[in-house]
């Protein structure tokens, strides 16, 4: 009502008040505890009020006005070169400029593994079945042994063992084996040596050429005679 006595007219609008936004939810390599790549994977959910993001190592709420928000939810971060634990940060904000509390998620960077050793007992057998010696192993969680595996096994071979293995069969026929020897940590991180050992399951053959079949003699019998491969020792008697 003014001073003339006209009557003004009434108007309203509806707002809202908004101080807040959710805390989001964040989750490294499908939470995994370990990771060997240098980009792993992420999952952010009770984000459905935010329309920023920002993710990092680093520590301290950030400002609504900050260049390194994102304008989608990040599906990966790169974690660096070095190796031990990281920690990373997340935080959301809304279209008015809330900023959420702060997210955490942490993951073990392992990205290599010791060469392992393999002793298969000696340069020669004459078992198939042969007692083997591993070593260097002590970050490994699972092992692979073959003659036939020079490449990298996929993490799902079936031949992967997780218990140490102690014996190793080795193919039949003579000759020389390779036997290669796979490891893998907890991380999936893989290597590997190779080993060989020769199966000698023929005996020697001596080839006698003097004295003649048949032959005789009144004097010092000469004996001349040939091997079918290097041996050890011998002995020759009548």
């Keep these: 009502l003014d001073i003339a006595g006209n009557r003004g007219q009434v108007s309203s609008t509806n707002w809202q008040y908004d101080t807040s936004i959710a805390t989001p939810t964040l989750t490294l390599n499908q939470g995994a505890l370990f990771a060997n ?17 920002m993710i990092g190592t680093m520590t301290g709420k950030p400002d609504k006005d900050d260049s390194r928000w994102l304008t989608d939810s990040p599906t990966g971060f790169g974690l660096g070169t070095l190796e031990g634990t990281r920690t990373v940060y997340l935080w959301t904000k809304d279209a008015v400029g809330n ?31 042969v007692t083997i010696q591993i070593g260097t192993d002590t970050d490994v969680v699972s092992w692979l042994l073959s003659e036939g595996q020079p490449t990298p096994p996929l993490s799902n071979d079936s031949r992967w063992s997780a218990s140490k293995p ?33 199966i000698d399951a023929d005996p020697p053959i001596i080839i006698l050429s003097q004295p003649a079949s048949g032959g005789f003699g009144t004097q010092n019998i000469q004996v001349k005679y040939s091997l079918s491969e290097d041996i050890a020792t011998a002995t020759l008697s009548f």
Excluded: H
Aim: net charge negative; charged share 10%.
């Design 166 to 198: 102690s014996v190793f069969s080795l193919s039949s026929g003579s000759g020389v084996k390779n036997v290669y020897l796979w490891v893998r940590d907890i991380a999936g991180n893989m290597s590997y040596c190779r080993e060989s050992i020769a």
């Design 99 to 129: 900023i959420s509390a702060t997210a955490t998620a942490s993951i073990f960077c392992d990205r290599t593994i010791a060469t392992p050793t393999l002793s298969l007992g000696g340069t020669f057998t004459t078992s198939l079945l």
């Design 37 to 53: 790549a240098a980009t792993v994977s992420v999952s952010v959910s009770n984000d459905t009020e935010a329309s920023g993001w």
